[in-house]
């Protein structure tokens, strides 16, 4: 029975093209759901049943709000889409996201860190405070949409499906370009084998079948390995995986000394809050980080160490 439900709500995932990791993480939460209730079927259960659950994972699981609503969102989607059985009210359940400041490094941190990081991984790290990117938009990065000549990285369908234009810091461009001549060699000797088709969004697969076997499509930071694609069956390269870059970032932290609970998007939040320190209009740097609220974008003026917004302690006039 759960099998046969699970392959359900896989297919319903797909034909609305969410991503595969929220496909893996929606099979999870319905997985435990069905296995808290001790294995009862979804349509013998309801509201109650769900809001039990949401309880159990926040009060004795200690989740974070953001985990929790995660976990909303897959059993809605559940009875919403598969069972056709939208839960009504259920949603007022929700956990509201708690409002923390971003842990920012200061510029000599970032100076620091990057001197315990070499090679493929340094340009990466580089790329994530110089550029502002998330983890993912760095690894997801194809030839076409770095541009040399306007020094700027086009992101596609970064967060929330949306694209945006970022800057490409100048002292990147000559290691990126050689990262690039990688590329092309991997991409050569995969023509040989017959592994060079890459995966495209689904949308652009069917109108353009032959792109996925162009070289500017090719992802810029490559697996060493191919590998086969869950989703097609197709033996691909694919790019490199992220956990490797996070315990590389994790171990140059310690190694640089750096006592903040930190990872690869303390970069981003860094990225945002030097160039208000340096003057940029918060406007500009919401597009660069490709904020759909201005509000998200505001949260790191209260991480400025100085700036027209910084207060001083009467205590510091006496």
């Known amino acids: 029975m759960a099998e046969r439900l699970l392959i359900q709500v896989q297919n319903k995932i797909r034909a609305r093209h969410y ?20 294995y009862q079927h979804p349509n013998t259960m309801g509201d109650r ?9 926040a009060v004795k699981k200690q989740v974070a709000s953001n985990t929790q609503n995660q976990a909303l969102s ?24 708690s409002q923390k400041l971003p842990v920012v490094f200061t510029r000599n941190e970032v100076r620091t860190i990057l001197e315990q990081v070499d090679g493929t991984n340094r340009l990466m790290v580089q790329l994530l405070y110089g550029s502002g990117l998330r983890l993912m938009e760095v690894l997801r990065l194809r030839v076409k949409d770095v541009n040399f000549d306007h020094h700027c990285i086009i992101v596609r369908d970064g967060k929330g499906r949306k694209d945006r234009v970022t800057i490409l810091p100048e002292p990147v461009e000559p290691s990126l370009k050689q990262q690039m001549q990688k590329t092309r060699h991997f991409y ?6 017959g592994h060079h088709e890459v995966w495209m969004p689904n949308a652009l697969a069917k109108k353009y079948p032959s792109e996925a ?26 790019h490199l995986s992220d956990s490797q870059l996070q315990n ?31 003057g940029y209009d918060i406007r500009t740097v919401q597009e660069l980080l490709g904020h759909k ?26």
């Open 19 to 38: 991503s595969i990791r929220t496909e893996q993480a929606y099979i999870y939460w319905i997985k435990a759901f069905i296995r808290f209730h001790k």
């Open 49 to 57: 049943e769900v809001t039990d659950y949401l309880t159990h994972i």
């Open 74 to 97: 897959a059993i809605l989607f559940l009875y919403r889409e598969v069972l056709d059985r939208p839960l009504v009210g259920i949603d007022a359940v929700r956990a509201k996201p």
């Open 188 to 193: 050569e000797m995969d023509q040989i084998d």
């Open 213 to 238: 076997k162009s070289y500017h499509w090719q992802y810029i930071f490559q697996s060493p390995k191919v590998s086969v694609d869950p989703r097609s069956g197709l033996t691909r390269r694919h």
């Open 248 to 278: 590389v970032v994790k171990s140059a932290i310690r190694s640089a000394g750096v006592e903040k609970h930190a990872s690869c998007h303390t970069f981003r939040h860094s990225f945002a809050t030097h160039l208000l320190e340096d």
């Open 293 to 318: 609220d201005i509000r998200t974008t505001q949260i790191y003026t209260h991480v400025l160490n100085k700036g027209g917004n910084a207060v001083k302690s009467p205590l510091s006039r006496l």
